[in-house]
């Protein structure tokens, strides 16, 4: 467990298309044309842009698909010094409860195709709609992943959410076939200790900034980590959709990007320090040794 000297703060984005969240939602769509509506760029770029005024580096976790769309956006994200993380395949719900088989061929695919486009291997992992099993995490190890952060220590019906889970991050023992144990690094997304809400844009968007400056400081008095994460159309105007439900649309665009701003200026209040999650992960893996 991470002895904790100092209040650590892990931005992350999570990169998917709007079409991912239309399928989510059972909406009946083109894909193409969902995904051209919503600009994922334009999202990215608005975030750069944020996370530049503030000087921190933060982790973008990018789905397979994604990337391959958009490499000079991955690029771009790269170049300014924030960490590549993969987001799956495609951003299938349950695309990492499916047979192990399969998740590997996802993750290989999806390791593939960012790795080409920065020249280097992620390290990092989050699972579509934060769920994964333990096939997750063994094909993570097996393919030289360093951690993963699909963890959230909440239940929320028809979500997602892990009850049994920590605030901080653990390791997870894994299938050793009789040899020396193995473990994997987890890095849960974080709640508000007090309701275990995420700290999240969505939940900031629709519960207001107070509750978010609440969930930081409870954390960093209990010794824990914040992981917060946004999505790039949490920033965006987004069309509406029938079928997609009222809490999507609340704050977003200009006013998201305002109460993110504030949120991360009350951290640096709080002599919070930024860092990416593998910056942390190292952290974590150096004190292990």
């Known amino acids: 467990m991470l002895n904790l000297t100092r209040d650590y703060f892990v931005m992350t984005v999570d990169v998917d298309g709007w079409s991912s969240l239309l399928r989510f939602y059972g909406v009946e769509h083109d894909a193409s044309m969902a995904d051209a509506q919503v600009n994922v760029e334009a999202g990215v770029s608005r975030l750069l842009d944020l996370f530049a005024n503030h000087g921190i580096s933060t982790t973008f976790f990018v789905t397979g698909d994604v990337a391959g769309r958009h490499p000079y956006m991955v690029k771009k994200i790269g170049i300014e010094g924030h960490e590549v993380a993969c987001h799956g395949l495609y951003h299938w719900k349950d695309e990492f409860l499916l047979t192990r088989t399969e998740q590997k061929r996802r993750i290989e695919k999806a390791t593939s195709i960012i790795q080409e486009i920065i020249g280097t291997r992620p390290l990092g992992f989050r699972a579509p709609c934060l769920k994964a099993n333990r096939d997750t995490l063994n094909v993570l190890s097996e393919s030289g992943y360093l951690y993963d952060s699909s963890v959230i220590p909440t239940f929320i019906p028809g979500y997602y959410g892990y009850l049994n889970s920590n605030f901080k991050p653990y390791w997870l023992p894994l299938n050793s076939h009789g040899k020396k144990p193995k473990f994997f690094l987890e890095m849960p997304v974080s709640v508000n200790p007090l309701l275990f809400i995420p700290l999240s844009a969505s939940w900031m968007r629709n519960l207001g900034s107070l509750w978010v400056k609440f969930g930081i400081r409870a954390n960093f008095i209990l010794g824990n ?54 910056d942390l992960a190292v952290l974590l893996t150096k004190e292990r040794m």
Do not use: Q, W
Request: hydrophobic share 45%; with cysteine.
């Open 225 to 278: 980590p914040i992981v917060f994460y946004i999505h790039p159309r949490d920033v965006l105007t987004l069309p509406r959709v029938e079928g997609v439900p009222s809490h999507v649309y609340r704050n977003v665009g200009v006013k998201s990007i305002e109460m993110l701003d504030c949120i991360l200026g009350y951290a640096k209040s709080l002599d919070g320090v930024f860092l990416r999650a593998i």
